[in-house]
């Protein structure tokens, strides 16, 4: 990266892949950001994330969290960014961490303190006052990582037109003492970046909240459910560039420098939610994006947000500090894998498939460019031309075939054959023509080496290979999709289920769509285990399994052929209650359809209208038992909601449909304290964009305002362990 300093034995970059340790690697990185979860969670968050697959952790380290006054930096608490990378390090995580000074994340001023903001200097500017400001909290933060193994650095946040500034960042970053492998920078919106400095890195989202109320899905999310080899979305913090008026000293290309792999930092785990426009991305959305950038090529999947946060008081982006969209004041759950409270998204399964495929073949695959097809669609609004890429490296491969999309349904696509050439082999898949039903993502495996022999093909996606005397082949069916396959030309059907096909040189198990899937790489070998329950890869490499009733995991032995119960300690129970609402405040009778705009977009009810008009319920909560981890379900209808701890505010949401849940104890609740829901009604008449089934829910309110409380549950989870 243009420099000696930086050089880290085996670690290596070429315009195809990163190598560590001499072997190619396609790494998976999520962000968590430490300074919005407790400390206390901080191991636990990343055994998280390791279980699901990710290798790298990314943070973005905010100014504003740390100094909020000159001169009095803090690196306490959770705040405690050198104990933070000990634990990612204990975890056995790599680490990238994403320094600003300026990095958003919905972070008021962009994450400067308010001193800096109101400092009469140049803003992101080699402007020599500026600079002397970044250089001062430079020293501070490399007081506290300088000589920390980091794999990588990004410098600034969505610069677009000041290449020499991110080379100064850099700079003063190295002489504070901050030193990396890999420095990156962000390459979205047409970024004009440094040539040979920095490593770019780019994102894609299928929906976002910083379009309009009333737009309609834009092309700029529409584009990732569509394989090609531009990289760049435009659309990425557009409403910023508008309002700064960023402008590129020289057009930019949407395609990757030849000089490095496509690589992310930004795909959407999930969606942040403004007052005036809340998507709520499903699972499949967010895992078909990912999965298309596989096919595409990435040889690097990074993660916003993989673990959503919570927010310290009054730091959010608002109206009031001149950011286009209001932000929730404290709830940052971001609808990630891992939400605010910890609990596992749907998105967390689906992605963790992925996962585990580029940990069994990514040294494979790391070496293997992108093809698209002859013929593509011919935009975004196609909803007839298969949507697939190739993955080769001329003997062998993997077809990516992606069939859905969000918001306009895809039509089942009839009749799908593939011919593919790779050097002197020519496949043909399936032997005969399948219907694809929407809500297809696929990745068929052909010509893959197993063991002594090679599958020619199959029509269920790769997962993982099993090491043993006889290896096995893991796939995993989709929904309404016969599963073929072919061995030395032979094709053959197989029913999918827990028992393998033995075909003497490999072992061929092909799973059921629904299969609960979790693959372990802590352990001296990789396992394969089915649970719907939450598993954990403990500091022991042991697994840990969390749940709320006994659980059940199941271990696949090889050798035997055969799935078998993990065992696992004690009999400890988790417990689920209803907690009974006891109504202390009705809401107002009638609440405004707006409460004021900015820039054209509704701004959030001010915190004076909010006591005004919420309704207040208290909430008595039933004894916990020791060992258990209490988690508030809320199910609710309405506009705003807030949860309060002795009349402090702790977290809050914006509705959208989505069930809330909020930990106990990470509120700061402890029995005995006064804990109330307030919960603000929405207006028949408003205009926030919302989610289909929650869009539904208020036309059926049939012209009164919304606001319900359909439940509120306690769930109590207990932790098992794997014994040996």
């Known amino acids: 990266m243009s420099n000696d300093e930086d050089v880290r034995p085996g670690v290596s970059l070429n315009s195809r892949h990163l190598s560590l340790d001499g072997r190619p690697v396609v790494p998976v990185s999520g962000e968590l950001h430490y300074s919005r979860v407790p400390r206390h969670r901080w191991a636990e968050r990343l055994r998280q994330m390791r279980a699901g697959g990710i290798t790298v952790v990314s943070s973005y380290v905010f100014w504003l969290h740390h100094v909020a006054r000159r001169g009095e930096p803090r690196f306490d608490g959770n705040l405690d960014v050198a104990a933070f990378l000990d634990e990612v390090r204990a975890a056995g995580l790599h680490m990238m961490l994403r320094i600003g000074p300026w990095c958003h994340g919905e972070s008021r001023n962009g994450g400067f303190p308010d001193w800096v903001q109101r400092s009469p200097v140049a803003h992101r500017t080699d402007d020599p006052d500026y600079l002397e400001l970044v250089e001062e909290w430079f020293g501070q933060l490399a007081g506290q990582v300088g000589g920390a193994e980091l794999l990588g650095i990004q410098v600034e946040n969505e610069l677009y037109d000041q290449p020499g500034h991110l080379v100064t960042l850099k700079r003063l970053a190295r002489a504070a003492g901050m030193t990396a492998p890999l420095w990156t920078a962000t390459a979205w919106g047409g970024a004009d970046l440094p040539e040979d400095e920095v490593l770019p890195l780019y994102g894609g989202y299928g929906d976002g909240f910083w379009v309009d109320a009333d737009a309609p899905w834009d ?24 309002m700064h008026e960023a402008k590129l000293s020289t057009p930019q290309p949407r395609t990757p420098s030849p000089l490095f792999p496509p690589a992310t930092c930004e795909l959407g785990g999930g969606m942040a939610t403004a007052y005036h426009r809340r998507p709520w991305p499903d699972a499949l959305d967010v895992a078909a994006i990912a999965h298309g950038k596989i096919g595409n090529g990435s040889a690097w999947q990074g993660y916003y947000m993989y ?27 971001f609808h990630a894998p891992i939400g605010e409270s910890g609990l596992l998204a749907a998105s967390h399964r689906e992605l963790r498939r992925q996962h585990a495929f580029l940990a069994a073949f990514g040294a494979r695959l790391a070496d293997m460019p992108s093809t698209l097809p002859p013929v593509r669609p011919e935009g975004v609004d196609d909803s007839s031309t298969m ?20 918001h306009f349904p895809l039509p089942p696509y009839e009749g799908a054959q593939f011919r593919v050439e790779m050097g002197r082999h020519e496949v043909t898949v399936p032997a005969a023509p399948v219907d694809i039903p929407a809500g297809t993502l696929a990745c068929w495996p052909l010509r ?36 073929t396959y072919a061995v030395d030309g032979v094709v053959s059907a197989v029913e999918p289920g827990r028992s393998p096909v033995r075909l003497g040189a490999f072992d061929l198990l092909v799973l059921p769509p629904s299969a609960p899937v979790w693959v372990d790489e802590d352990g001296p070998r990789r ?26 995991v199941h271990v696949y032995d090889p050798g035997a052929g055969a799935f078998a119960p993990l065992p696992l300690d004690g009999d400890r129970s988790g417990f689920t209650a209803a907690v009974t609402p006891e109504p202390v405040r009705p809401a107002a009778a009638t609440v405004p359809v707006a409460y004021g705009k900015y820039d054209g977009r509704q701004s959030a009810p001010a915190p004076e209208t909010f006591d005004e008009m919420a309704a207040v319920h208290r909430l008595t909560i039933p004894p916990i038992p020791s060992g258990v981890d209490a988690f508030l379900r809320i199910d609710w209808a309405g506009d705003v909601g807030q949860l309060r701890v002795d009349g402090r505010p702790v977290t809050d949401r914006f509705w959208d449909g989505s069930a809330w849940t909020v930990n106990l104890r990470d509120t700061g609740w402890l029995p005995g304290a006064d804990l109330t829901l307030h919960l603000l009604p929405l207006a028949a008449g408003s205009t926030v964009s919302l989610p289909p089934g929650a869009r539904e829910r208020l036309l059926a309110a049939d012209g009164q305002q919304l606001l319900a409380l359909d439940g509120v549950r306690v769930l109590g989870r207990a932790t098992w362990r794997e014994i040996v």
């Not at 396992?527 to 059940?552: F, K, Q, T, Y």
């Open 219 to 242: 092309p700029t999310f529409r584009d990732h459910y569509f394989y090609s080899h531009v990289w760049d979305d435009p659309g990425i913090g557009a409403d910023l560039r508008r």
């Open 307 to 333: 673990a959503g946060g919570t927010n310290p008081p009054g730091a959010q982006e608002s109206h009031a500090t001149g950011y286009p969209n209001d932000m929730p004041p404290l709830g940052y759950d």
């Open 387 to 406: 949507r697939y890429a190739l993955r080769s490296d001329g003997s062998g491969g993997f077809l990516f075939l992606t069939w859905h999309q969000p």
């Open 448 to 483: 893959l080496p197993v063991g002594d022999a090679v599958l020619d093909w199959a029509t269920a996606s790769a997962l993982t290979v099993l090491p043993g005397p006889t290896p096995t082949l893991v796939l995993v069916a989709a929904e309404g999709v016969d599963v």
């Open 527 to 552: 396992r394969l285990l089915l649970s719907g329950d939450e598993l954990r890869w403990g500091p022991d490499g042991l697994i840990e399994v969390v749940a709320i009733e006994p659980p059940s």
